[in-house]
């Protein structure tokens, strides 16, 4: 038998207060959530002229020639690495 009477008595129904933690923890069985406003739609731009396409596609056709040659002299070097890297690539590949 136990030692003091447990039925009917569980620790774990008493109703606690309120805390600080419902207010960063919300308790979503008794409350609903809050609800977020509509997003607005973004601003209509101003249709580009087809000059002002060309020179930002230019640019971005030179960023891409500028990282393309990154990439080249990046293999370059890895090609030319130590020979535990190199053999770690030929086991990558396989």
Known sequence: MAKRPTIGN????????ESH?????PDLLTRRPHE?????PAPAEEP??????DGENQALREEVA??????KELKQ?????????????????S
Request: hydrophobic share 40%.
């Open 66 to 71: 500028r990282l393309k040659e990154q990439v």
């Open 10 to 17: 569980n620790p774990l129904d008493a109703l606690m207060p």
């Open 21 to 25: 933690l419902d207010t960063v923890v």
């Open 77 to 93: 070097r890895l090609a030319e690495a130590e020979p535990r890297w190199v053999t770690l690539r030929k086991l990558g590949q």
């Open 36 to 40: 977020k406003p509509p997003l607005k």
């Open 48 to 53: 580009q002229t087809p000059a002002a396409r």
